[in-house]
C-alpha cells in the first residue's frame, strides 16, 4: 500500500478511481494550487505556501488508473506531509503563470 496526498477531484468526483482505499485524514504540503480551468486546480511545489487536503492509503496497482485519469498535464511525485508522511501527489507540468492562484491553498474552499 502507498500514501495518496489528494487535493483536487480525488477529494470529490473523482474518488471513486482511487478503488480500495483507506483515509487517513487532513494534512497539508508545500505548494500552491493554481486554478487550471473550472473543473480542477494544478499543484506547484512552493516551499513557502500550503495546500490542503487528504492523505489515503491506496492500492498501488490502480496508480495506472489514477496516472490516466489525471492526464499528460501532471506527473506523480513524493512529498511530505504536514502528518510527516511521504505521500505520492500529482504535480501540474506545465506554466501556471496565466493561472488564477487558489490563495487559501484548498480547492474544496475556492
Keep these: 500500500m502507498e500514501y495518496l496526498f489528494v487535493y483536487g477531484l480525488f477529494r470529490d ?22 486554478k487550471v480551468n473550472e473543473f480542477y486546480p494544478g499543484y506547484v511545489i512552493d516551499k513557502k505556501s ?21 492526464g499528460d498535464e501532471y506527473f506523480r511525485t513524493k512529498v511530505r506531509s504536514s502528518t510527516d508522511i ?10 501556471v503563470a496565466n493561472f488564477e492562484e487558489i490563495k487559501g491553498g484548498d480547492w474544496m474552499l475556492r
Design 50 to 70: 500550503k495546500v490542503f487536503g487528504d492523505v489515503y492509503l491506496v492500492d498501488p496497482s490502480n496508480f495506472p488508473q489514477m496516472d490516466e485519469y489525471e
Design 86 to 95: 511521504e505521500c505520492w501527489v500529482y504535480e501540474y507540468k506545465y506554466d
Design 13 to 34: 468526483s473523482g474518488k471513486r478511481v482511487l478503488g480500495e482505499c483507506t483515509y487517513c485524514g487532513r494534512a497539508s504540503i508545500n505548494g500552491k494550487l493554481y
